[in-house]
């Protein structure tokens, strides 16, 4: 339990800097039960906390943890140089509090992307010691064959990696169209793995975290979800 005073709980969101929420309390844009306050130095209980900015109601988080159904275009790099960055899809307050991917997709890779601004949540995700499997749907330019699947459960060598890299699970799901399950989190794993067992990826889905799975959270491209403990709980090493 904490109580801070309103113009901090604000800053803390993603309002803008101190001066910036106080201006906007002052102004009389902020509500609490109902009630407009003008006073930023009123103090509030933080935990729970409902309060409605600009007519918009939110509820105060200490750290966000959110799911993203990515869509292809977008970038996850800090600075995006060719496409738009993630951020762009959530609302401008959570670039405010610093939220950052949780590692990486390729621009042209659709699904599920972790964000946060609990840096120990992103470190322990991306840590590779953690081994949390990720599940793909990746497209193929030639056919699903069953030398393919064999290579990819065996393991590929891929430049600048010392051992092969192998998948935890692999399976087609269709003529041009498989699933792989990984552990390791490389650069362009998915892809690179399939470039060195002979095939090409044309397209590429992450489909599930752990246990979390995008069809569960029921997101459409480019939807974004809050994360609960109950969820977050599910992105544990071990489909
Ligand atoms: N593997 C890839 O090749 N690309 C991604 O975006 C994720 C995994």
Redesign the pocket.
């Known amino acids: 339990m904490s109580k801070l005073t309103l113009d901090r709980i604000l800053q803390s969101q993603g309002f803008g800097t101190r001066k910036g929420c106080q201006q906007m309390i002052e102004a009389g844009e902020v509500s609490i039960a109902g009630a407009c306050i003008t006073n930023s130095r009123a103090t509030f209980e933080t935990e729970a906390l409902e309060f409605v900015v600009y007519g918009e109601p939110w509820v105060y988080r200490e750290h966000v943890y959110i799911a993203l159904n990515k869509p292809a275009n977008f970038e996850c790099s800090r600075k995006p140089s060719h496409h738009p960055g993630v951020l762009t899809l959530l609302p401008e307050q959570f670039t405010w509090r610093d939220v950052q991917p949780v590692g990486?997709?390729?621009h042209d890779?659709t699904g599920i992307l972790l964000m946060s601004d609990d840096g120990s949540f992103i470190h322990a995700q991306s840590s590779p010691k953690r081994h949390v499997p990720k599940v793909?749907a990746a497209t193929t330019h030639d056919p699903v064959t069953p030398e393919l699947v064999e290579q990819l459960l065996a393991g590929v060598k891929l430049h600048d990696e010392p051992a092969p890299l192998a998948a935890l699970t692999c399976r087609k799901l269709s003529e041009h169209q498989l699933e792989i399950v990984l552990v390791q989190g490389k650069y362009?794993?998915?892809?690179?793995m399939l470039a060195a067992a002979g095939n090409h990826?044309t397209a590429?889905r992450?489909s599930a975290i752990g246990n979390l799975t995008l069809d569960a959270l029921e997101l459409k491209e480019g939807e974004w979800c809050y994360l609960d403990e109950v969820q977050r709980a599910l992105l544990v090493p071990g489909v």
Do not use: E
């Open positions: 990486r997709l390729d890779t793909y362009h794993q998915v892809k690179r990826c590429l992450r």
